[in-house]
C-alpha cells in the first residue's frame, strides 16, 4: 500500500454536507459522481495531498442508508492506493483477510477498488483502490 489514497464518509444529505466540509477545509468540493453499483452519490474535497470523499445513499437499502440507519453519519472507510490491486488483493487474501468482492470493481474517480471485511481489521472497513488506466 502506498498511501492514504481518501477517507470515505457517510452523510444523509450532500446538500447539506458539502457545505459545511467547504467550511471545514476551506476548499471547494471539486467533483460530484454517481456510482451506479454501490447505489450512492459522492462528493470529493482535496485538503493538501488528503482527499475525503461524502457518500449519499441513492436507495434506502443501499449500503450507506443502511450503515447510517445502524450507526450514523461519519466516518465509512479509509482507502489506501496500491499499485497493482489483483496482486494486493491475494496477498491480503493469503494474509487471511477477506475481501467482500472477489474482483476489483468500478468506484468513484476512476478507480477500480475492493473492499476488506472490517471484522477482519479492527471494525474498519478498508478499501483498496488503484487508478484505472
Sequence with gaps: MQK???IGIAVKSLSVAIPIFEKLL???CYKTEGVDSEKVN???FRSGETKIELLESTDPEGVIAKFIEKKGEGLHH???DVKDIS???ERLKKEGFVLLNEIPKQ?????LVCFLHPKHTNGVLIELCMERK
Aim: aromatic letters at 10%.
Design 78 to 80: 479509509i482507502a489506501f
Design 107 to 111: 468506484g468513484a474517480d476512476n478507480k
Design 87 to 89: 496482486v494486493e488483493m
Design 42 to 44: 459522492t462528493a470529493f
Design 26 to 28: 476551506h476548499a471547494s
Design 4 to 6: 492514504v489514497e481518501h
